[in-house]
């Protein structure tokens, strides 16, 4: 190819087919010599880039056949991380296509220490790194798992207009019958309070902009105004307005005022 071209090159830049100056003479280019080194320079070139089509198909075949021949020989196939071989789906020797089949699946180490949480926008304010945690696991009856916030996105996920955020929280003990993708319900105390004064929440009625609860004067309901701390899933913590041993209503029965130790939310 490269002669072909040398030969076209010389005769094109000779004085017969190219003025001094470099420009081609267009009707001396016409004539038949020209044409035919053109030519001869144009299908050298085409049997070139054959050729290398030719030699790639030909590095693509010794390719696949040192992968065929590497597949019948002893070898190592090592994970990239740490943990433990599941869902073994092939025996001694079967063949694969490691491109369409899942032979095994390598479970992370720590896949079975996490559980997932998806908590809302409203909520995820609360819950910190830290916290600790209650996890009940579907499958597993009666037994209540200690757990601890190990990390909390900071980026949503949008679920047909929903914005949720992912929550970690580590087991802090572990059981053989627990596996990847078990469904669990998660308890997160994003708050608690010592000897705390506290009403029942249906206790708590709304007040001239305030809250307030009702006691018994003379046989009649009256309000008294108070001033409440940190709501948990049952009673509301009271700061100010009432005192220990008072009786309040709630609903339609008059429940003594306590302090509880541990108070929980």
Known sequence: MLSTWKTFYDLATNSTYEEDDGTP???ERKLVEF???SDDWLAAESKYKDQETVVSQAQAKVSSTWL????TQNAEVKATAN???ANLAVAVGDDI?????TALV???ASENEFVRVEINEIDIPKVKSGQKAEVEIDAIDDKIFAGEVARVDSVGTNTQGVITYNVYVKLLETDPDIRAEMTASVDIETNSIENALSVPNSAIKPYQGGKAVQILEKGKPVYVPIRVGVKGDSRTEIIDGLEDGQEIIVGAKNVLIERESPFGF
Do not use: R
Not at 68 to 71: E, I
């Open 106 to 108: 390598i479970v992370s």
């Open 97 to 101: 296509t490691a491109s369409t089949e």
């Open 83 to 85: 943990g433990v071989v």
């Open 68 to 71: 065929l021949y590497q597949a």
């Open 25 to 27: 003479k267009v009707e």
């Open 35 to 37: 044409n035919t080194a």
